[in-house]
């Protein structure tokens, strides 16, 4: 016996009679922050001191915000999967693939977007700095990666009765050789008996489109916080490397220097040695690692 509702309808009269533009629906973008670290080769040749971590921003060809810096993103078409619509628009607007991509926030403030009502649904990727191609297109007039700075400007704690608000402002400096972007994100912490909420809001901002600041800020918190219980790191490595080669990107993503012996007792099941050393290296040649993809196949998977 088929089920009907209090208009004696089955679920397949209701779905064949239901009306789609009763409710207004708002758009739905993605947008991806993706990150890679300069190899050692560009940090010669640009004569940087030191690698850094890098975030792929394109050059807006159109309003709103024209001629202002924004994550790759678009528009979700109606007949597409949002993980599809993220690879999709990385691949128009910067001629790049990537080996992994993962959802990490939906944004969907009432007024983040000028022309309408947007829902944005963030991702974060991470490429290998030797294996990009990037080329401008579709609606993006530029792509360019921008060196990452975050620094913590202050931080306030009000204690209340059953709790605590936390804020702490944050700048943001995105630079490139020509250009230097900024932002002031304050992080709000809301903490009321068992319960913590947090929010994110850009206090000012140059040259950075949309709420794009706050979600590349985001996007560096989490990236650090999961370098700790993940492999998510080996993304950005070659298929071979040092062990100082790895421990460097770790260093460069966290902020800070680590102990060589700590950090190698640390990862010494997530590689595996190939018997193969440097080549062309005046000191004693380093030997050769790779990933090991079932370092954790013991976590009851």
């Known amino acids: 016996m088929e089920l009907r509702d209090h208009q004696e309808l089955t679920e397949q009269e209701f779905l064949t009679s239901y009306d ?12 991806t922050a993706i990150f890679t670290i300069t190899s050692d080769d560009e940090v010669n040749k640009r004569n ?38 993220a690879v999709r628009e990385l691949k128009e607007e910067t001629n790049l693939d ?6 990490l926030y939906t944004w969907g403030e009432v007024n983040r977007d000028p022309r309408t009502r947007v829902i944005s649904i963030s991702y974060l990727a991470l490429l290998d700095s030797t294996k990009f191609n990037i080329q401008a297109g579709d609606d993006a007039s530029d792509a360019k990666w921008y060196t990452v700075k975050d620094t913590v400007l202050k931080k ?24 230097r972007l900024s932002a002031i994100i ?26 794009h600041a706050r979600i590349i800020q985001y996007s560096i918190e989490r990236l650090r916080n999961k370098v700790d219980y993940t492999d998510i790191a080996f993304r950005l490595m070659p298929h071979r490397f040092t062990l100082s080669e790895l421990q460097k ?8 220097n680590l102990y060589k012996a700590q ?11 190939t018997g193969e050393f440097q080549r062309g290296k005046a000191h004693k040649p380093a030997e050769l690692f790779r990933f090991n993809p079932n370092w954790d196949e013991d976590d009851n998977f």
């Open 20 to 31: 789609a533009g009763q409710f207004e629906r708002p758009s739905v973008t993605v947008d």
């Open 48 to 85: 940087l001191s030191n690698q850094e971590l890098q975030v792929l921003l394109i050059k807006r060809g159109g309003h709103p915000y024209l001629g202002q810096w924004a994550l790759p993103g678009g528009f979700v078409n109606p007949k597409e999967d949002v993980d599809h619509a």
């Open 98 to 103: 990537c080996s992994y991509m993962e959802q």
């Open 156 to 179: 306030e704690k009000t204690l209340s009765e059953d709790g605590f608000i936390q804020q702490k402002w944050v700048q943001l400096e995105l630079i490139s050789d020509e250009v």
């Open 186 to 211: 304050k992080i709000i912490k809301i903490v009321k008996g068992t319960t913590i909420e947090y929010r994110r809001e850009v206090v000012e901002q140059t040259g950075i489109a949309f709420d």
């Open 249 to 256: 990107v770790y260093e460069v993503i966290l902020g800070k």
């Open 263 to 273: 950090f190698r007792l640390k990862i010494e099941k997530m590689v595996n040695g």
